[in-house]
Nanobody, 120 residues
């Protein structure tokens, strides 16, 4: 089992910055947390990838050059620095983690979400 706790959302004006944090706590048979990342879901839209970091780093085209994902593997934490925010970045942001148990069975976990609102 992996519990993900997010923080850092809030209300910001367009052009501003926010930093999201997510810390993972693993228990039971979970052996390793692999990829961690962020997804978002705007009202009336499907959840979409924002950025992930594992063996490689991926960004959605819409956030490239503005958002930066980083990890602290020692703390099982992932961060999302969001700069030059736009109203269209308004969404609930979800932390995601992929993990293996001791038998290398894959698992996927989600945080509870943190709301980001960007005003025009």
């Amino acid at each position: 089992q992996v519990q993900l706790v997010e923080s850092g959302g809030g209300l910001v004006q367009a052009g501003g910055s926010l930093r999201l944090s997510c810390v993972a706590s693993a228990s039971g048979s979970i052996f390793r947390i692999n990829t961690m990342g962020w997804y978002r879901q705007a009202p009336g839209k499907q959840r979409e990838l924002v950025a992930t970091r594992g063996d490689s780093t991926r960004y959605a085209d819409s956030v490239k050059g503005r958002f930066t994902i980083s990890r602290d593997n020692a703390k099982n934490a992932v961060f999302l620095q969001m700069n030059s925010l736009k109203p269209e970045d308004t969404a609930v942001y979800y932390c995601n983690a992929g993990a293996w148990d001791t038998l290398r069975n894959p698992y996927n976990y989600w945080g509870q979400g943190t709301r980001v609102t960007v005003s025009a």
